[in-house]
């Protein structure tokens, strides 16, 4: 089975801090992705990465960074963390075959971050 | 551009009662897949189902159905018998495109309630 850990089910931090969130996945996926939740907008795409070092801005990146230093390892990076970045955050990973594919996304099981 | 449209907020039924929740979606693409995910309580995304644009048989899994109609750009989803245990929110998603990180859509989910 595919696991994708994500490091903290739930976070508090303040204004204007910087805040890492770490996502790990098991199954030597290429794409790694991170997404928000928020009631009534569904998943919104904030990053996502085909490849070691790459990364390609999705829907709503701004206010947000990625890494990808390892293949299994894809961190969502806050600069400087504001209030209107509460929310749940959910990372997901994929194999990618090279062709067309759109295999399923395997989710964790997100981090609710809370902004003060 | 892409969209997805689940016009249903939340629904409440009662234990073994039928239930369909409605997926609408738009694409230009004529290649494309269609997905449906579960977010039981516990926050995790369940993959349920892919579908692509050339296949427009229905799929019927134990108490779980799709109809996919390309006439009206829809991809239902029914629930036989509907359990407790069902209870989650249930997310529409589409993906157009041959690569394979090309970027998911999501609807804003339908919450489903059984009540025992």
């Known amino acids: 089975d595919v696991k994708v850990t994500q490091s903290s089910r739930y976070l508090v931090k303040r204004t204007g801090e910087k805040v890492f969130l770490e996502c790990v996945q098991d199954m030597d996926h290429e794409n790694m992705f991170w997404y928000r939740q928020d009631p009534g907008l569904g998943l919104r795409l904030i990053y996502f990465s085909y490849d070691v070092k790459m990364k390609e801005k999705g829907d709503i990146p701004e206010g947000y960074s990625v890494s990808r230093e390892k293949k299994e390892r894809f961190s969502l990076i806050l600069e400087s963390a504001s209030t209107n970045q509460t929310s749940m955050y959910l990372c997901?990973?994929?194999?990618?075959?090279?062709?067309?594919?759109?295999?399923?996304?395997?989710f964790g099981d997100g981090t609710r971050l809370s902004i003060l | 551009a892409q969209k997805v449209t689940q016009a249903q907020t939340e629904i409440s039924v009662v234990e073994k009662e039928d239930v369909t929740l409605d997926c609408v979606y738009e694409t230009r693409d004529t290649t494309y897949y269609l997905f449906w995910y579960k977010q039981p309580p516990s926050g995790e995304l369940v993959f349920l189902i892919r579908r692509n644009s050339f296949d427009e048989q229905n799929e019927i899994s134990g108490r779980y159905s799709w109809n996919f109609q390309k006439s009206t750009s829809s991809f239902n989803f029914t629930i036989t018998a509907s359990q407790v245990v069902d209870s989650a929110v249930y997310f529409c998603?589409?993906?157009?495109?041959?690569?394979?990180?090309?970027?998911?859509?999501f609807g804003s989910g339908t919450r489903l309630s059984i009540r025992p």
């Open positions: 997901a990973s994929s194999p990618g075959t090279g062709g067309y594919s759109n295999q399923p996304q395997h």
């Open positions: 998603a589409l993906s157009e495109g041959l690569s394979s990180a090309s970027k998911i859509i």
